[in-house]
């Protein structure tokens, strides 16, 4: 149990484009997801913290209109990347919890990679 | 000041011997959990263990075995007959009562088990 899939697991882009990346809790249902970005031989930055059915927590220093975040249902919340540059390129991974307090568990991450 | 501190970058070792991952954590609340991920290569991060601040038993899953004591605020992760299987990159994280939702991740211990 507790599997949590991300798709792409990997995806290259032009700069100026918008990526959007999926999280889905498989086999429960999730009323928290969140997004961490992890850059290379670094630990995990959390981003935001997303409630079903309303509007993401953002870290400090996160711009939330360049990391747009929907969680539309318990199963389901999105990463949209908006005008992506270089320096957005990076291991963005979302785990999902099942309830307030309860483990996290991590998707596989997604690599994006802005040309 | 950093919540997490695992000050060892980066651990070799050779199959069949056995490690110690250290992790120090800092917090003013009486109520927290600490958690333990593996990140093997494919940058999924596995889930090994939650444990929260009122249950000082160490404990032991086959050949991994953690020891947390609140007196020096470390919860160290051991792994006996270390197999190649076991290289990966491994994270100690934190939750505090204030907010069970945000994570402090450490900087992750980077261990390779040589065969």
């Known amino acids: 149990g507790a599997v949590v899939s991300q798709h792409p697991s990997r995806v290259i882009c032009k700069s100026g484009t918008s990526v959007k990346i999926e999280c889905r809790s498989l086999?429960?249902?999730?009323?928290?997801m969140f997004w961490y970005r992890q850059f290379p031989k670094k630990s995990l930055m959390l981003m935001a913290t997303?409630?079903?059915?309303?509007?993401?927590?953002?870290e400090q220093g996160v711009e939330k209109d360049k990391f747009l975040i929907n969680h539309a249902s318990l199963t389901l919340s999105t990463l949209t990347v908006t005008s992506a540059h270089p320096e957005d390129s990076s291991f963005y991974i979302c785990?999902?919890?099942?309830?307030?307090?309860?483990?996290?568990?991590f998707g596989p991450g997604t690599r994006l990679t802005v040309l | 000041a950093q919540k997490v501190t695992q000050a060892q970058t980066e651990i070799s070792v050779v199959e069949k011997e056995d490690v110690t991952l250290d992790c120090v954590y800092e917090t003013r609340d009486t109520t927290y959990y600490l958690f333990w991920y593996k990140q093997p290569p494919s940058g999924e991060l596995v889930f090994l263990i939650r444990r929260n601040s009122f249950d000082e038993q160490n404990e032991i899953s086959g050949r991994y075995s953690w020891n947390f004591q609140k007196s020096t605020s470390s919860f160290n992760f051991t792994i006996t007959a270390s197999q190649v299987v076991d290289s990966a990159v491994y994270f100690c994280a934190l939750s505090e009562a204030l907010n069970f939702n945000k994570f402090y991740f450490g900087s992750g211990t980077k261990l390779n088990v040589k065969p």
């Open positions: 086999d429960f249902q999730a009323t928290t």
């Open positions: 997303s409630n079903e059915g309303s509007k993401a927590t953002y």
């Open positions: 785990s999902a919890q099942g309830r307030p307090g309860d483990t996290q568990y």
